[in-house]
């Protein structure tokens, strides 16, 4: 079975700084991996994915992720936060081995940017 | 990226009641669409998985009586809640499949029921 886990509840970054938000997962075989962020109220924004290819994703409003197949692990990051990226965040993957379409979410990270 | 509507984004129905939330791709045909729920503060637990014209695929735990799924076109999904309870209060977010491995998601409808 898919599982990914987001092991910060909350991260806090004051504006101007870089930011890290983790993620790892767990699948049987070859993951398909996403970052999507949350207003309140809303629904998911998809903000990057990776497939295949470059290890190093870059995604929507200056966001990017690193895919590490050894550590299984797809942390977004930033170099300088916005207040404007405060939201919940979601990693999310699905399985290709499994022919699911799918995505299993993490319980998600609300980043706090501090002005 | 794609849009995708959701009709009503709240709605509020005593508890006996019926209610039906609409998924609409906008600007894509989406073979599979999604429907999702999500607690407060929770992620988002997958309900169903709605293949147009086909029957939907309901994960385990969900009541396939009480959760509704009807994919009738290639741009439209709908979830209707039976006999809607208190416990059944949430978020739901529906989201479309793209040929290219992303899924684009609705902004939610919030349902409570008294």
């Known amino acids: 079975a898919q599982s990914v886990a987001q092991p910060e509840d909350q991260v806090n970054v004051a504006e101007g700084n870089p930011l890290t938000v983790k993620c790892t997962y767990s699948?049987?075989?070859?993951?398909?991996l996403f970052w999507y962020v949350q207003y309140p109220n809303r629904g998911l924004q998809f903000l990057l994915k990776y497939i295949t290819g470059d290890n190093l994703v870059k995604g929507s409003y200056g966001f990017e992720a690193e895919f590490n197949k050894s550590q299984t692990s797809f942390h977004l990051k930033k170099p300088s936060a916005l207040v404007s990226d405060s939201a919940l965040y979601f990693c999310a993957v699905r399985d290709i081995g499994t022919g699911r379409r799918a995505l299993t979410f993490g319980s998600g990270t609300r980043l706090q940017v501090q002005p | 990226g794609a849009v995708v509507s959701q009709h009503p984004s709240r709605v509020i129905c005593k508890s006996g009641t019926s209610v039906k939330i609409e998924c609409r791709s906008l600007d894509f045909q989406a073979t599979t669409m999604f429907w999702y729920r999500q607690f407060p503060k929770k992620s988002l637990m997958l309900m169903a998985t709605?293949?147009?014209?086909?029957?939907?695929?309901?994960e385990q735990g969900v009541e396939k009586d009480k959760f509704l799924i009807n994919h009738a076109s290639l741009t439209l999904s709908t979830l209707t809640v039976t006999s809607a309870h208190p416990e059944d209060s949430s978020f739901y977010i529906c989201s479309a499949g793209t040929p290219y491995n992303e899924q684009f998601f609705g902004p939610g409808t919030r349902l409570t029921v008294l």
């Open positions: 699948v049987s075989g070859n993951p398909y």
């Open positions: 709605s293949n147009e014209g086909s029957k939907a695929t309901y």
